[in-house]
């Protein structure tokens, strides 16, 4: 059943049970410190970013002149058929230009063989970025890992009051949310959501100084709570200071439970779409309702109702839930906090996991879907995933429309990489808030990908390895395809639009049951690759010292967003190397039938010298686009730097923004002698720039 449990069972035991059983097959540079400057008038909004914001800069000829490459002579083959393993693999990809310059991936298969850079922001004088939240002004500065800094830091969010509940609440409810320094760019990202949903009943904690002098300054309702200082303890999900800051709401909430309010809890990983305050009025019964962590639901079409098979087993979620205040919910609360003060060493969800799954689950009176907790002393209802999602449910399987509902909020769980993760997919999906500068400029470089197509009755198989292999096969010729495409956003100075990954697997932090979560065996491949499945998001830019060029990275959705101005998705040239072009320093253009010019073609294999001298006179448009659709693999495209240091340092950073894939389970590894390869380390490429013959070792 969806999400559902059994008593003293977790989900890796429920897992390792279908695997067994056989059910279900196999089972940035330096970040920006920002400074702010307050007018009476209005406020500032700004962003901590720990992972990676980057300044923007247009390039000038100069810059462009001293951009330099290498031949590249790769083997679309070779790329192809990385990262097939068992012994009987699929076909090697095909990739031949067809006349018309139509392509395809093609390939058969044997079955007897996967940062609100300041949300509130728009352009100011003297390089600073003008905040639409009132008129104030913050300014972006360089610096590493330094915490905000505020220009009036004896602005501090006042003391938890009843009286301050009181005038910020509706129909007697608040919604409640934890924010700390490390948290600050989610914070943000946050407000901006909650108001936009129209839910004006919001207070934020703020749990060190930094932070609520931060939200004093851009007077959002707060509050401020004892925690840790900022860098005082370690705050990566499961060390210390992680689980404090998940424990800091139910503090919040235990001293607030008994003013009478109903109250919505809230992570700041969190994009809220719409006003929750209905549900209290549609579920009466409830003392609380509870978000899953699950990726999947029992309900019809068009249900919008609780979970029909939710009880206490289901793996609820303390990220976001709703508690209404009754005598149950608030000894429930009460023990919740006793708890902590116990000893206990989980996090939150661990210790209510533990309180509440208790006695036999009996529904209520007035609706099966309300059901008892907690020994019979607490009634609770479980929101299904498509109203509450996560990170899996909305963005990968996208429940919500085969469900066909409406979603409250978007939980950024199910991500990977940390918080970078986390902001990747929230960009995906377009629920993050970028300053208005990462939209427009400077200027962009994409790929149009040769897709993959999927063997017939591929969704079908039972064979967890048959699926890995050619997931991994085909989303290395699409790396391969990409790499170029960031080597010439590299050298002209650009940054570089991802195009949309096609996924033929799913990556998790456990073995995949036909390349599948084990709650989402339903999923049809392919998919868009979310960010998180194929890059470490924070490792664009980071310390350049270390890991070479940093990287100016867009989502693929970048340009779908509304966000981005039309003069920047109107002003696109296709750029197609091309083997009909004669010469090595000529271009052909050809045009719509209006007369404006559509695409140049070049001539295939020029260096970074010779094709950004050919496309200097082009610099206008915003969008270069890149099609293969002219040559037979991605290197005949481009051949890259001819600067060794160059290439080194572009290679440096390949290297080092790719994530790994997992996981091959244990038992169906060995069967292939794959038992050393559980995971799969992702690579830009198998014939990386810098090994390239002919370099020019002076530079």
Known sequence: MAGFLQPGHSRADTHHALWHNGSAGQANTATLAKWVELTDVGTAAAEGNREGAQQHSDTDSARLAEAVSQQSNSDPDAAAKAGQSIQTEPEPLSWEPDQDGADTLGGSFSETAGDVHGAFAGTAAGGGVLSDYGTSMARVAPGFHEPLRIVDPSLRCPELSKELLQRHAKASTVMLGVVNSVQQNFGINWVRHVKDAGIEYFVAAAADANTSALLANMQVPCFSIAGPSDGELPMSWGEAGWRQMTWQKVLVLDQVVEWGFNIVI???????????????????????LLSTDGCATVNDVGDAGLERDGNMHHNFNTGVYLLRTTLRSIRWVHAWK??????????????????????????????????????????????????????????????????????????????????????????????????????????????????????????????????????????????????????????????????????????????????????????????????DYVFEPHHFSDDPSQFGTPLDFREPSFLDNPRTPPEVKESVLVIKPSFKLGCADCVREEKLADGSLNQVLVPTGLNDHQLLALLEPYRRFRVWRISMRGVRGPNEAYAGFACAGAAREFDKRMDHITTEWCCRHEEEAKKYGLQDRIREKLHMTSRPFSERVGLDASC
Request: some cysteine.
């Open 266 to 288: 809230s992570d700041m990983d969190v994009a809220w779409l719409r006003d929750p305050l209905p549900l209290f009025e549609d579920h009466p019964q409830a003392d609380v």
């Open 338 to 531: 006793a708890l902590l003060d116990t000893g206990f060493q989980g996090h939150d969800q661990e210790g209510a996991y533990q309180l509440t799954r208790r006695g036999e689950v009996k529904p209520h009176s007035g609706t099966p879907r309300v059901t008892t907790a907690w020994d019979g002393d607490l009634y609770l209802g479980i929101l299904p995933t498509q109203l509450m999602s996560n990170g899996h449910t909305y963005m990968v399987q996208r429940l919500h429309e085969q469900k066909a509902v409406q979603p409250y909020a978007v939980h950024a769980t199910w991500t990977y990489g940390g918080s970078g993760g986390k902001r990747a997919r929230f960009r995906d999906a377009m629920l993050w808030y970028d300053d208005p500068s990462y939209y427009s400029g400077p200027s962009f470089v994409t790929v149009d990908l040769r897709l993959p197509q999927a063997p017939e009755g591929f969704n079908d198989l039972q064979e967890n390895e048959h699926m890995i292999s050619f997931h991994l096969s085909t989303l290395q010729a699409q790396l391969q395809q990409a790499y170029i495409g960031m080597a010439l956003a590299v050298a002209a100075g650009r940054a570089f639009i991802s195009p949309k990954f096609q996924c033929f697997c799913e990556k998790i932090w456990y073995a995949v049951v036909k390349c599948r979560v084990v709650d989402a065996q339903g999923l049809q491949f392919p998919i868009n690759c979310p960010t």
